[in-house]
Protein backbone atom coordinates (compact mmCIF):
# COMPACT_ATOMS: atom_id res chain seq x y z
CA UNK A 1 0.00 0.00 0.00
CA UNK A 2 3.03 2.58 1.22
CA UNK A 3 4.99 1.46 -1.75
CA UNK A 4 1.88 1.91 -3.92
CA UNK A 5 1.09 5.46 -2.63
CA UNK A 6 5.06 6.19 -3.25
CA UNK A 7 4.78 5.17 -6.81
CA UNK A 8 1.78 7.02 -7.54
CA UNK A 9 3.32 10.21 -6.02
CA UNK A 10 6.71 9.61 -7.83
CA UNK A 11 4.75 9.59 -10.95
CA UNK A 12 2.46 12.48 -10.10
CA UNK A 13 6.13 14.63 -9.43
CA UNK A 14 7.16 13.66 -12.55
CA UNK A 15 4.39 14.74 -14.40
CA UNK A 16 4.69 17.66 -12.86
CA UNK A 17 8.20 18.07 -13.99
CA UNK A 18 7.98 16.98 -17.35
CA UNK A 19 4.90 20.08 -17.77
CA UNK A 20 7.45 22.12 -16.33
CA UNK A 21 9.97 21.60 -18.06
CA UNK A 22 7.29 21.44 -21.45
CA UNK A 23 6.50 24.89 -20.27
CA UNK A 24 10.53 26.10 -20.46
CA UNK A 25 10.69 24.44 -24.05
CA UNK A 26 7.62 25.45 -25.51
CA UNK A 27 9.31 29.17 -25.44
CA UNK A 28 12.77 28.41 -26.36
CA UNK A 29 12.05 31.10 -28.96
CA UNK A 30 11.87 33.73 -26.29
CA UNK A 31 15.04 32.39 -24.76
CA UNK A 32 16.83 32.34 -28.00
CA UNK A 33 16.13 35.82 -28.07
CA UNK A 34 17.52 36.66 -24.92
CA UNK A 35 20.76 35.21 -25.80
CA UNK A 36 22.53 37.46 -27.57
CA UNK A 37 21.83 40.59 -24.87
CA UNK A 38 22.86 37.81 -21.72
CA UNK A 39 25.91 37.42 -24.30
CA UNK A 40 26.64 40.84 -23.89
CA UNK A 41 25.37 41.81 -20.27
CA UNK A 42 28.15 38.81 -18.77
CA UNK A 43 30.78 40.01 -21.20
CA UNK A 44 30.57 43.63 -20.45
CA UNK A 45 29.12 43.64 -16.95
CA UNK A 46 29.90 40.77 -15.13
CA UNK A 47 33.30 39.96 -16.47
CA UNK A 48 34.68 43.57 -15.78
CA UNK A 49 32.76 42.64 -12.42
CA UNK A 50 35.54 39.74 -11.78
CA UNK A 51 38.23 42.28 -12.77
CA UNK A 52 37.48 43.66 -9.23
CA UNK A 53 39.98 41.21 -8.20
CA UNK A 54 42.77 43.39 -8.93
CA UNK A 55 41.90 45.50 -6.28
CA UNK A 56 43.47 42.84 -3.79
CA UNK A 57 46.30 42.33 -6.32
CA UNK A 58 49.56 43.79 -7.48
CA UNK A 59 48.52 43.51 -11.65
CA UNK A 60 51.40 41.98 -13.81
CA UNK A 61 50.91 42.19 -17.54
CA UNK A 62 52.52 38.92 -17.81
CA UNK A 63 50.33 36.74 -15.07
CA UNK A 64 47.10 38.67 -16.36
CA UNK A 65 44.05 39.43 -13.87
CA UNK A 66 43.36 36.09 -12.70
CA UNK A 67 47.66 35.27 -12.25
CA UNK A 68 48.84 38.14 -10.49
CA UNK A 69 49.56 38.13 -6.82
CA UNK A 70 47.88 38.95 -4.16
CA UNK A 71 48.36 41.93 -1.86
CA UNK A 72 45.12 41.67 0.37
CA UNK A 73 43.99 45.58 1.51
CA UNK A 74 47.43 47.12 0.81
CA UNK A 75 45.83 49.30 -1.70
CA UNK A 76 42.90 50.61 0.56
CA UNK A 77 45.44 51.18 3.12
CA UNK A 78 47.55 53.31 0.76
CA UNK A 79 44.44 55.22 -0.43
CA UNK A 80 42.88 56.02 3.04
CA UNK A 81 46.60 56.74 4.37
CA UNK A 82 47.53 58.72 1.11
CA UNK A 83 47.89 63.04 1.19
CA UNK A 84 44.81 63.20 -1.66
CA UNK A 85 42.43 61.10 0.59
CA UNK A 86 40.84 63.20 2.58
CA UNK A 87 41.00 66.21 -0.19
CA UNK A 88 39.45 63.62 -2.70
CA UNK A 89 36.89 62.48 -0.50
CA UNK A 90 35.99 66.17 0.41
CA UNK A 91 35.84 67.48 -3.20
CA UNK A 92 33.64 64.44 -4.42
CA UNK A 93 31.12 64.90 -0.97
CA UNK A 94 30.50 68.55 -0.90
CA UNK A 95 30.79 68.63 -5.09
CA UNK A 96 27.90 66.16 -4.82
CA UNK A 97 26.16 67.76 -1.82
CA UNK A 98 26.11 71.43 -3.73
CA UNK A 99 24.85 69.95 -6.49
CA UNK A 100 22.22 67.48 -5.16
CA UNK A 101 20.80 70.62 -2.45
CA UNK A 102 20.96 73.56 -5.14
CA UNK A 103 19.79 71.26 -8.05
CA UNK A 104 16.39 70.21 -5.74
CA UNK A 105 14.02 72.74 -5.77
CA UNK A 106 14.64 74.76 -9.39
CA UNK A 107 13.18 71.72 -11.64
CA UNK A 108 10.01 72.25 -8.78
CA UNK A 109 9.24 75.48 -8.86
CA UNK A 110 9.14 76.03 -12.61
CA UNK A 111 7.11 72.75 -12.53
CA UNK A 112 4.83 74.63 -10.83
CA UNK A 113 5.43 77.81 -12.86
CA UNK A 114 4.90 75.76 -16.14
CA UNK A 115 1.27 74.07 -14.32
CA UNK A 116 0.38 77.38 -13.03
CA UNK A 117 1.18 79.14 -16.79
CA UNK A 118 -2.33 80.90 -18.01
CA UNK A 119 -1.18 81.10 -21.85
CA UNK A 120 -0.62 77.88 -23.71
CA UNK A 121 1.64 79.18 -25.66
CA UNK A 122 4.09 80.64 -23.07
CA UNK A 123 3.73 76.98 -21.04
CA UNK A 124 4.60 75.17 -24.59
CA UNK A 125 7.24 77.34 -25.04
CA UNK A 126 8.95 77.58 -21.84
CA UNK A 127 8.86 73.72 -21.77
CA UNK A 128 10.43 72.98 -24.84
CA UNK A 129 13.28 75.98 -24.18
CA UNK A 130 14.15 74.48 -20.86
CA UNK A 131 14.57 70.48 -22.10
CA UNK A 132 16.28 71.57 -25.19
CA UNK A 133 20.22 71.78 -23.13
CA UNK A 134 19.45 68.47 -22.01
CA UNK A 135 20.34 66.75 -25.57
CA UNK A 136 23.40 68.93 -25.56
CA UNK A 137 26.43 66.73 -24.93
CA UNK A 138 28.76 67.61 -22.57
CA UNK A 139 31.57 68.37 -24.50
CA UNK A 140 29.09 71.24 -25.95
CA UNK A 141 28.04 72.73 -22.57
CA UNK A 142 31.61 72.76 -20.99
CA UNK A 143 32.53 74.10 -24.03
CA UNK A 144 29.77 76.81 -23.93
CA UNK A 145 31.09 77.34 -19.77
CA UNK A 146 34.25 77.70 -20.35
CA UNK A 147 34.17 80.42 -23.56
CA UNK A 148 31.19 82.19 -21.84
CA UNK A 149 33.69 82.49 -18.49
CA UNK A 150 36.83 82.94 -20.68
CA UNK A 151 39.03 85.79 -21.11
CA UNK A 152 37.35 87.10 -24.21
CA UNK A 153 33.67 85.95 -23.13
CA UNK A 154 30.82 87.85 -21.99
CA UNK A 155 30.81 88.06 -18.22
CA UNK A 156 34.32 89.14 -18.22
CA UNK A 157 33.56 91.87 -21.16
CA UNK A 158 30.62 92.90 -19.07
CA UNK A 159 33.21 93.08 -16.09
CA UNK A 160 36.12 95.43 -18.24
CA UNK A 161 33.13 97.27 -19.70
CA UNK A 162 32.11 98.72 -16.19
CA UNK A 163 35.74 99.01 -15.06
CA UNK A 164 36.41 95.81 -13.66
CA UNK A 165 39.77 92.99 -14.13
CA UNK A 166 38.93 90.18 -15.63
CA UNK A 167 38.58 86.51 -13.65
CA UNK A 168 40.15 83.91 -14.57
CA UNK A 169 36.85 81.88 -13.73
CA UNK A 170 38.26 78.30 -14.48
CA UNK A 171 41.54 78.50 -13.12
CA UNK A 172 40.50 79.87 -9.88
CA UNK A 173 39.70 76.73 -7.51
CA UNK A 174 36.87 78.69 -5.34
CA UNK A 175 34.78 79.24 -8.42
CA UNK A 176 34.87 75.69 -9.60
CA UNK A 177 31.88 73.90 -7.94
CA UNK A 178 29.93 76.52 -8.60
CA UNK A 179 30.29 76.23 -12.23
CA UNK A 180 29.63 72.97 -12.32
CA UNK A 181 26.65 73.16 -10.38
CA UNK A 182 24.84 75.88 -12.11
CA UNK A 183 26.41 74.70 -15.50
CA UNK A 184 24.45 71.76 -14.38
CA UNK A 185 21.07 73.00 -13.35
CA UNK A 186 20.92 75.28 -16.93
CA UNK A 187 21.33 72.07 -18.77
CA UNK A 188 19.00 69.70 -16.89
CA UNK A 189 16.47 71.77 -15.07
CA UNK A 190 13.75 71.79 -17.88
CA UNK A 191 14.42 67.64 -18.26
CA UNK A 192 14.18 67.39 -14.49
CA UNK A 193 11.25 69.09 -14.34
CA UNK A 194 9.22 67.06 -16.42
CA UNK A 195 8.53 64.52 -14.25
CA UNK A 196 6.89 66.91 -11.47
CA UNK A 197 5.05 68.31 -14.37
CA UNK A 198 3.26 64.73 -15.04
CA UNK A 199 2.66 64.40 -11.33
CA UNK A 200 0.84 67.97 -10.96
CA UNK A 201 -1.00 67.33 -14.48
CA UNK A 202 -2.87 63.87 -12.73
CA UNK A 203 -3.96 65.96 -9.55
CA UNK A 204 -7.70 65.91 -9.50
CA UNK A 205 -8.99 68.90 -10.65
CA UNK A 206 -11.66 68.79 -7.30
CA UNK A 207 -9.24 69.18 -5.14
CA UNK A 208 -8.43 72.41 -6.21
CA UNK A 209 -12.40 73.38 -6.45
CA UNK A 210 -12.06 72.48 -2.75
CA UNK A 211 -9.34 74.10 -1.81
CA UNK A 212 -11.09 77.72 -4.01
CA UNK A 213 -14.40 77.25 -2.26
CA UNK A 214 -12.81 77.34 1.17
CA UNK A 215 -11.12 80.62 0.08
CA UNK A 216 -7.66 79.59 -0.71
CA UNK A 217 -5.49 81.71 -2.65
CA UNK A 218 -3.43 80.21 -5.25
CA UNK A 219 -0.28 80.52 -2.62
CA UNK A 220 -1.76 78.60 -0.44
CA UNK A 221 -3.14 76.33 -3.09
CA UNK A 222 0.48 75.24 -4.31
CA UNK A 223 1.02 74.75 -0.98
CA UNK A 224 -1.69 72.30 0.03
CA UNK A 225 -2.67 70.80 -3.04
CA UNK A 226 0.07 70.97 -5.49
CA UNK A 227 3.38 70.46 -3.20
CA UNK A 228 1.81 67.35 -1.20
CA UNK A 229 1.17 65.96 -4.86
CA UNK A 230 4.25 66.01 -6.06
CA UNK A 231 6.24 64.60 -2.72
CA UNK A 232 6.50 61.16 -3.53
CA UNK A 233 8.25 61.67 -6.90
CA UNK A 234 10.38 64.47 -5.04
CA UNK A 235 11.66 61.63 -2.76
CA UNK A 236 12.03 58.59 -5.13
CA UNK A 237 14.47 61.62 -7.17
CA UNK A 238 16.35 62.32 -4.21
CA UNK A 239 17.00 58.53 -3.30
CA UNK A 240 18.38 58.21 -6.80
CA UNK A 241 20.32 61.31 -6.54
CA UNK A 242 21.66 60.86 -2.71
CA UNK A 243 23.25 57.14 -3.94
CA UNK A 244 25.08 58.86 -6.65
CA UNK A 245 27.09 61.26 -3.92
CA UNK A 246 30.07 59.37 -4.71
CA UNK A 247 29.49 58.99 -8.13
CA UNK A 248 29.68 62.46 -9.36
CA UNK A 249 29.89 62.22 -13.06
CA UNK A 250 33.31 61.79 -14.26
CA UNK A 251 32.86 63.22 -17.45
CA UNK A 252 31.73 66.57 -16.81
CA UNK A 253 34.45 67.51 -14.23
CA UNK A 254 37.03 65.86 -16.34
CA UNK A 255 36.33 68.37 -18.61
CA UNK A 256 36.29 71.26 -16.71
CA UNK A 257 39.09 70.67 -15.22
CA UNK A 258 42.58 72.15 -15.52
CA UNK A 259 45.78 72.16 -13.37
CA UNK A 260 45.25 75.66 -11.91
CA UNK A 261 41.68 74.24 -10.47
CA UNK A 262 42.73 71.05 -9.50
CA UNK A 263 42.80 71.43 -5.94
CA UNK A 264 38.61 71.80 -5.85
CA UNK A 265 37.74 69.77 -9.25
CA UNK A 266 39.86 66.79 -8.56
CA UNK A 267 37.57 63.75 -7.43
CA UNK A 268 37.49 60.43 -6.62
CA UNK A 269 36.55 59.47 -10.29
CA UNK A 270 38.80 61.69 -12.19
CA UNK A 271 41.54 60.25 -9.93
CA UNK A 272 40.58 56.36 -11.10
CA UNK A 273 41.08 57.81 -14.22
CA UNK A 274 44.47 59.48 -13.52
CA UNK A 275 46.22 56.56 -11.65
CA UNK A 276 44.47 53.81 -13.75
CA UNK A 277 44.12 54.73 -17.63
CA UNK A 278 47.13 57.94 -16.86
CA UNK A 279 50.08 56.10 -14.36
CA UNK A 280 48.70 52.53 -15.50
CA UNK A 281 48.62 51.30 -11.95
CA UNK A 282 45.78 49.38 -12.51
CA UNK A 283 45.23 47.93 -8.80
CA UNK A 284 45.62 50.56 -6.85
CA UNK A 285 42.70 52.34 -8.99
CA UNK A 286 40.60 49.48 -8.59
CA UNK A 287 40.40 49.65 -5.36
CA UNK A 288 39.76 53.47 -5.50
CA UNK A 289 37.11 52.62 -7.80
CA UNK A 290 35.67 49.98 -5.64
CA UNK A 291 35.54 51.65 -2.64
CA UNK A 292 33.23 54.61 -4.56
CA UNK A 293 31.22 52.40 -5.74
CA UNK A 294 30.58 49.89 -2.72
CA UNK A 295 29.64 52.92 -0.19
CA UNK A 296 27.43 54.16 -3.45
CA UNK A 297 25.77 51.13 -2.81
CA UNK A 298 25.49 51.18 0.81
CA UNK A 299 24.29 54.53 0.68
CA UNK A 300 21.66 54.14 -1.58
CA UNK A 301 20.20 51.19 0.30
CA UNK A 302 20.27 53.06 3.50
CA UNK A 303 18.27 56.11 1.76
CA UNK A 304 16.27 53.84 0.46
CA UNK A 305 15.24 52.06 3.79
CA UNK A 306 15.11 55.42 5.63
CA UNK A 307 12.77 56.94 2.96
CA UNK A 308 10.49 53.73 3.50
CA UNK A 309 10.43 54.15 7.21
CA UNK A 310 9.49 57.74 7.64
CA UNK A 311 8.00 58.44 4.31
CA UNK A 312 6.25 55.32 3.34
CA UNK A 313 8.07 56.31 -0.49
CA UNK A 314 10.80 54.30 -1.60
CA UNK A 315 12.44 52.21 -5.08
CA UNK A 316 11.85 48.61 -3.85
CA UNK B 1 -19.94 88.65 9.93
CA UNK B 2 -19.84 85.79 8.02
CA UNK B 3 -21.63 86.41 4.66
CA UNK B 4 -19.90 90.26 4.59
CA UNK B 5 -16.51 88.56 5.22
CA UNK B 6 -16.44 85.87 2.11
CA UNK B 7 -17.14 88.00 -0.58
CA UNK B 8 -14.25 90.07 0.97
CA UNK B 9 -11.80 87.10 1.14
CA UNK B 10 -12.78 86.28 -2.74
CA UNK B 11 -11.75 89.47 -3.69
CA UNK B 12 -8.46 89.06 -1.79
CA UNK B 13 -7.98 86.07 -3.19
CA UNK B 14 -8.47 87.33 -7.08
CA UNK B 15 -5.84 89.99 -6.24
CA UNK B 16 -3.56 87.26 -5.13
CA UNK B 17 -3.67 85.20 -7.81
CA UNK B 18 -3.25 88.02 -10.52
CA UNK B 19 -0.13 89.06 -8.65
CA UNK B 20 1.06 85.78 -8.49
CA UNK B 21 0.33 85.52 -12.47
CA UNK B 22 2.16 88.36 -13.15
CA UNK B 23 5.13 87.06 -11.20
CA UNK B 24 4.89 83.62 -12.41
CA UNK B 25 4.99 85.08 -16.43
CA UNK B 26 7.62 87.14 -15.65
CA UNK B 27 9.85 83.88 -13.76
CA UNK B 28 8.73 82.07 -16.88
CA UNK B 29 9.85 84.56 -19.43
CA UNK B 30 13.05 85.08 -17.32
CA UNK B 31 13.32 81.08 -17.41
CA UNK B 32 13.30 81.53 -21.46
CA UNK B 33 16.01 83.78 -21.66
CA UNK B 34 18.55 82.31 -18.89
CA UNK B 35 18.18 79.45 -20.93
CA UNK B 36 18.72 80.67 -24.10
CA UNK B 37 21.12 83.43 -24.35
CA UNK B 38 24.22 81.68 -23.65
CA UNK B 39 22.61 79.55 -26.87
CA UNK B 40 22.68 82.46 -28.82
CA UNK B 41 25.80 84.31 -27.43
CA UNK B 42 27.88 81.35 -29.20
CA UNK B 43 26.09 81.67 -32.32
CA UNK B 44 26.41 84.99 -32.44
CA UNK B 45 30.03 84.78 -31.71
CA UNK B 46 30.58 82.27 -34.21
CA UNK B 47 29.06 84.58 -37.01
CA UNK B 48 31.13 87.87 -36.09
CA UNK B 49 34.42 89.00 -37.01
CA UNK B 50 37.77 88.19 -35.16
CA UNK B 51 37.75 92.12 -34.41
CA UNK B 52 34.45 92.21 -33.08
CA UNK B 53 35.04 89.09 -31.03
CA UNK B 54 38.58 89.96 -29.42
CA UNK B 55 37.41 93.39 -28.50
CA UNK B 56 34.58 92.67 -27.09
CA UNK B 57 32.17 93.80 -28.80
CA UNK B 58 29.62 91.22 -29.44
CA UNK B 59 26.49 91.27 -26.53
CA UNK B 60 23.85 89.40 -27.87
CA UNK B 61 23.57 89.82 -31.95
CA UNK B 62 27.05 88.95 -34.13
CA UNK B 63 28.86 92.16 -35.17
CA UNK B 64 30.45 91.84 -38.84
CA UNK B 65 28.58 88.85 -39.82
CA UNK B 66 30.87 86.72 -41.56
CA UNK B 67 31.07 83.09 -42.25
CA UNK B 68 34.82 82.57 -41.63
CA UNK B 69 34.41 80.44 -38.86
CA UNK B 70 32.57 77.97 -41.33
CA UNK B 71 34.66 78.03 -44.12
CA UNK B 72 37.47 76.97 -41.73
CA UNK B 73 35.46 74.27 -40.63
CA UNK B 74 34.62 73.28 -43.95
CA UNK B 75 38.23 72.32 -44.93
CA UNK B 76 39.68 71.33 -41.38
CA UNK B 77 40.53 67.66 -41.96
CA UNK B 78 39.89 66.81 -38.18
CA UNK B 79 36.21 67.74 -38.16
CA UNK B 80 35.54 66.18 -41.47
CA UNK B 81 36.79 63.16 -40.65
CA UNK B 82 34.85 63.15 -37.42
CA UNK B 83 31.60 64.02 -39.10
CA UNK B 84 32.44 60.82 -41.86
CA UNK B 85 32.89 58.99 -39.01
CA UNK B 86 29.78 59.35 -36.63
CA UNK B 87 27.81 58.35 -39.16
CA UNK B 88 29.06 54.93 -39.09
CA UNK B 89 28.86 54.93 -35.36
CA UNK B 90 25.39 56.35 -34.79
CA UNK B 91 23.70 54.12 -37.86
CA UNK B 92 25.45 50.98 -37.05
CA UNK B 93 25.43 51.82 -33.37
CA UNK B 94 21.55 52.23 -33.11
CA UNK B 95 21.01 49.37 -35.83
CA UNK B 96 22.74 47.25 -32.91
CA UNK B 97 21.41 49.18 -29.93
CA UNK B 98 17.62 48.97 -31.12
CA UNK B 99 18.07 44.95 -32.13
CA UNK B 100 19.20 44.27 -28.86
CA UNK B 101 17.46 46.16 -26.49
CA UNK B 102 13.78 44.91 -28.42
CA UNK B 103 15.22 41.29 -28.23
CA UNK B 104 16.15 41.65 -24.62
CA UNK B 105 13.05 43.67 -23.50
CA UNK B 106 10.05 41.52 -24.99
CA UNK B 107 11.08 37.72 -23.72
CA UNK B 108 11.18 39.94 -20.39
CA UNK B 109 8.01 41.71 -20.81
CA UNK B 110 6.01 38.35 -21.18
CA UNK B 111 4.83 37.24 -17.55
CA UNK B 112 4.24 34.10 -18.57
CA UNK B 113 8.10 32.68 -18.72
CA UNK B 114 9.59 30.68 -16.51
CA UNK B 115 12.60 32.21 -14.92
CA UNK B 116 11.70 35.91 -16.13
CA UNK B 117 12.30 37.62 -12.92
CA UNK B 118 15.52 35.74 -12.47
CA UNK B 119 16.46 36.84 -15.93
CA UNK B 120 15.44 40.73 -15.66
CA UNK B 121 17.53 40.58 -12.75
CA UNK B 122 20.55 40.14 -14.21
CA UNK B 123 20.14 42.89 -16.41
CA UNK B 124 18.91 45.39 -13.68
CA UNK B 125 21.41 44.61 -11.06
CA UNK B 126 24.11 45.95 -13.40
CA UNK B 127 22.78 49.16 -12.86
CA UNK B 128 23.73 49.06 -9.36
CA UNK B 129 26.96 47.77 -9.26
CA UNK B 130 29.49 47.26 -12.03
CA UNK B 131 33.38 46.54 -12.21
CA UNK B 132 34.18 50.16 -12.53
CA UNK B 133 36.00 52.25 -14.97
CA UNK B 134 39.49 50.16 -14.66
CA UNK B 135 38.05 46.42 -14.96
CA UNK B 136 35.90 47.93 -17.95
CA UNK B 137 39.09 48.63 -19.76
CA UNK B 138 40.87 45.64 -18.94
CA UNK B 139 37.88 43.66 -20.47
CA UNK B 140 37.81 46.03 -23.74
CA UNK B 141 41.60 45.50 -23.93
CA UNK B 142 41.79 41.52 -23.61
CA UNK B 143 39.16 41.49 -26.37
CA UNK B 144 41.48 44.03 -28.90
CA UNK B 145 38.94 46.47 -29.34
CA UNK B 146 41.54 49.45 -28.77
CA UNK B 147 41.98 51.22 -31.23
CA UNK B 148 39.20 49.74 -33.69
CA UNK B 149 35.44 50.94 -34.71
CA UNK B 150 33.87 48.55 -32.72
CA UNK B 151 34.97 50.30 -29.48
CA UNK B 152 32.54 52.63 -29.48
CA UNK B 153 29.75 50.46 -30.50
CA UNK B 154 30.09 46.78 -29.09
CA UNK B 155 31.04 47.30 -25.09
CA UNK B 156 27.98 49.85 -25.24
CA UNK B 157 25.08 47.55 -27.69
CA UNK B 158 22.59 47.92 -25.02
CA UNK B 159 21.57 50.19 -22.40
CA UNK B 160 19.68 48.60 -19.44
CA UNK B 161 17.73 52.10 -18.56
CA UNK B 162 16.37 51.90 -22.41
CA UNK B 163 15.53 48.08 -21.92
CA UNK B 164 13.36 48.89 -19.59
CA UNK B 165 11.73 51.70 -20.65
CA UNK B 166 10.53 49.46 -24.05
CA UNK B 167 9.75 46.56 -21.35
CA UNK B 168 7.29 48.88 -19.68
CA UNK B 169 6.14 49.87 -22.63
CA UNK B 170 5.49 46.31 -23.95
CA UNK B 171 3.72 45.82 -20.79
CA UNK B 172 1.11 48.49 -20.54
CA UNK B 173 0.56 48.99 -24.11
CA UNK B 174 -0.12 45.48 -25.81
CA UNK B 175 -2.57 43.90 -24.51
CA UNK B 176 -2.55 40.32 -23.31
CA UNK B 177 -5.55 39.66 -24.84
CA UNK B 178 -4.03 40.20 -28.40
CA UNK B 179 -1.11 37.88 -27.71
CA UNK B 180 -3.05 34.87 -26.26
CA UNK B 181 -5.91 35.53 -28.94
CA UNK B 182 -3.03 35.15 -31.72
CA UNK B 183 -1.58 32.18 -29.17
CA UNK B 184 -5.07 30.22 -29.42
CA UNK B 185 -4.59 30.52 -33.52
CA UNK B 186 -1.49 28.90 -33.11
CA UNK B 187 1.21 31.47 -33.44
CA UNK B 188 4.10 30.58 -31.94
CA UNK B 189 6.29 33.52 -30.01
CA UNK B 190 8.23 34.15 -33.45
CA UNK B 191 4.97 34.74 -35.02
CA UNK B 192 3.88 36.60 -32.26
CA UNK B 193 6.69 39.05 -31.73
CA UNK B 194 7.28 39.43 -35.58
CA UNK B 195 3.94 40.14 -36.56
CA UNK B 196 1.96 41.77 -33.67
CA UNK B 197 4.46 42.92 -31.32
CA UNK B 198 6.56 44.78 -33.47
CA UNK B 199 4.38 46.54 -35.51
CA UNK B 200 2.33 47.34 -32.44
CA UNK B 201 5.35 49.56 -31.27
CA UNK B 202 6.54 52.05 -34.00
CA UNK B 203 6.44 55.15 -31.19
CA UNK B 204 8.64 52.60 -28.59
CA UNK B 205 11.50 51.80 -31.37
CA UNK B 206 11.53 55.63 -32.17
CA UNK B 207 11.59 56.92 -29.32
CA UNK B 208 14.67 54.32 -28.09
CA UNK B 209 16.55 54.75 -31.61
CA UNK B 210 16.43 58.58 -30.90
CA UNK B 211 17.95 58.18 -27.24
CA UNK B 212 20.17 55.79 -29.11
CA UNK B 213 21.01 58.04 -32.33
CA UNK B 214 21.80 61.35 -29.39
CA UNK B 215 23.49 58.75 -26.94
CA UNK B 216 26.20 58.30 -30.03
CA UNK B 217 26.26 61.89 -31.36
CA UNK B 218 26.95 62.79 -27.86
CA UNK B 219 29.32 59.78 -26.90
CA UNK B 220 32.87 61.18 -25.46
CA UNK B 221 33.91 59.17 -22.69
CA UNK B 222 34.40 55.79 -24.44
CA UNK B 223 36.19 57.78 -27.30
CA UNK B 224 38.56 58.91 -25.01
CA UNK B 225 39.45 56.13 -23.27
CA UNK B 226 39.26 53.46 -26.43
CA UNK B 227 40.40 55.59 -29.50
CA UNK B 228 43.75 57.65 -30.00
CA UNK B 229 44.06 57.26 -33.39
CA UNK B 230 42.49 60.68 -34.94
CA UNK B 231 41.19 58.79 -38.17
CA UNK B 232 39.08 57.17 -36.17
CA UNK B 233 37.94 60.09 -33.85
CA UNK B 234 33.88 60.78 -33.43
CA UNK B 235 32.78 64.29 -33.50
CA UNK B 236 32.88 65.04 -28.99
CA UNK B 237 36.33 63.91 -29.56
CA UNK B 238 37.75 66.32 -32.53
CA UNK B 239 35.33 69.14 -30.48
CA UNK B 240 37.22 68.83 -27.20
CA UNK B 241 40.42 68.64 -28.97
CA UNK B 242 39.83 71.68 -30.78
CA UNK B 243 38.34 73.65 -27.37
CA UNK B 244 41.13 72.16 -25.37
CA UNK B 245 43.81 73.39 -27.47
CA UNK B 246 44.67 76.89 -29.26
CA UNK B 247 47.58 75.20 -30.29
CA UNK B 248 46.30 72.45 -32.33
CA UNK B 249 44.37 75.21 -33.79
CA UNK B 250 47.13 77.51 -34.72
CA UNK B 251 48.71 74.64 -36.22
CA UNK B 252 45.76 74.00 -38.16
CA UNK B 253 44.88 76.84 -39.73
CA UNK B 254 48.63 77.27 -41.06
CA UNK B 255 50.52 80.17 -42.95
CA UNK B 256 49.73 82.33 -39.85
CA UNK B 257 52.31 84.71 -39.23
CA UNK B 258 51.01 87.21 -36.34
CA UNK B 259 50.24 84.83 -33.22
CA UNK B 260 47.96 86.91 -31.55
CA UNK B 261 45.57 87.13 -34.68
CA UNK B 262 45.59 83.50 -35.04
CA UNK B 263 44.81 83.20 -31.38
CA UNK B 264 41.80 85.45 -31.83
CA UNK B 265 40.49 83.81 -34.82
CA UNK B 266 40.67 80.15 -33.17
CA UNK B 267 38.87 81.66 -30.33
CA UNK B 268 35.91 82.75 -32.97
CA UNK B 269 37.18 78.88 -34.17
CA UNK B 270 36.02 77.56 -31.12
CA UNK B 271 32.60 79.16 -31.23
CA UNK B 272 31.64 78.07 -34.33
CA UNK B 273 32.84 74.45 -34.08
CA UNK B 274 30.82 74.06 -30.86
CA UNK B 275 27.65 75.57 -32.71
CA UNK B 276 28.31 72.82 -35.76
CA UNK B 277 28.55 69.99 -32.98
CA UNK B 278 25.23 70.38 -31.66
CA UNK B 279 23.47 71.77 -35.00
CA UNK B 280 22.09 68.34 -36.40
CA UNK B 281 20.59 67.80 -32.49
CA UNK B 282 18.92 71.08 -32.69
CA UNK B 283 17.59 71.06 -35.75
CA UNK B 284 16.01 67.72 -35.34
CA UNK B 285 14.83 68.49 -31.52
CA UNK B 286 11.89 70.48 -32.20
CA UNK B 287 10.20 67.60 -34.22
CA UNK B 288 11.45 64.58 -31.72
CA UNK B 289 10.72 66.69 -28.02
CA UNK B 290 7.37 65.08 -27.44
CA UNK B 291 8.73 61.68 -28.03
CA UNK B 292 11.42 62.25 -25.69
CA UNK B 293 9.07 63.53 -23.34
CA UNK B 294 6.88 60.31 -23.94
CA UNK B 295 10.06 58.27 -22.91
CA UNK B 296 10.58 59.87 -19.86
CA UNK B 297 7.19 59.35 -18.96
CA UNK B 298 7.03 55.81 -20.03
CA UNK B 299 10.54 55.10 -17.80
CA UNK B 300 8.99 56.39 -14.94
CA UNK B 301 6.03 54.13 -14.53
CA UNK B 302 6.79 50.84 -12.65
CA UNK B 303 6.80 48.09 -14.60
Same mark, same amino acid.
Given at each position: ???????????????????????????????????????????????????????????????????? =??????????????????????????????? #????????????????????????????????? =???????????????????????????????????????? =??????????????????????????????????????????????????????? =????????????????????????? %??????????????????? %?????????????????????? %? %??????? #??????????????? | ???????????????????????????????????????????????????????????????????????????????????????????????????????????????????????????????????????????????????????????????????????????????????????????????????????????????????????????????????????????????????????????????????????????????????????????????????????????????
Amino acid at each position: MENLQSVLREQKTAAVRKSALAKVTRRWRLYLMLLIPLVYIIIFRYVPMTGIQLAFKNYNARLGIWGS =PWVGFKHFRDFFRSAQFSRLLGNTISLSLYN #LIAGFFPPIILAIGINEARWNRLRKTVQMVTYA =PYFLSTVVVTGITMQLLSGSGVVNTIIKNMGGTAINFLGT =PGYFKSIYVWSGIWQHVGYDAILYIAALAAINPELYEAATVDGANIWKRIWHVDI =PSIMPTAIVLLIMSTSRVLNVGFEK %VYLLQNSLNLSSSKIISTY %VYKMGLVNTEYGFSTAVGLFQS %V %VSLLLMV #LVNNLSRKVTETSLW | MTTASKPNNRIRASWDNTIFHIINTVFLVLMILVVIFPLLYVISMSLSSVEAVSTGKVYLFPVDITLQAYRTIATTKSILVGMSNTVFYAVVGTLLNVTLTILCAYPLSRNNLPGRKFLLWIFTFTMMFGGGMIPTYLTVRSLGLINTRAALIIPSAMNVWNMVIARTFFINTIPDELIEAAEIDGAHDGQVFFRIVIPNSVTILAVISLFYAVGHWNQYFDAMIYLNKPELYNPQLVLRTIIASTQAMLEQTGSLIDAAKAADQAEVLKYAVIVFASLPIMIVYPFIQRFFIKGVMVGSLKG
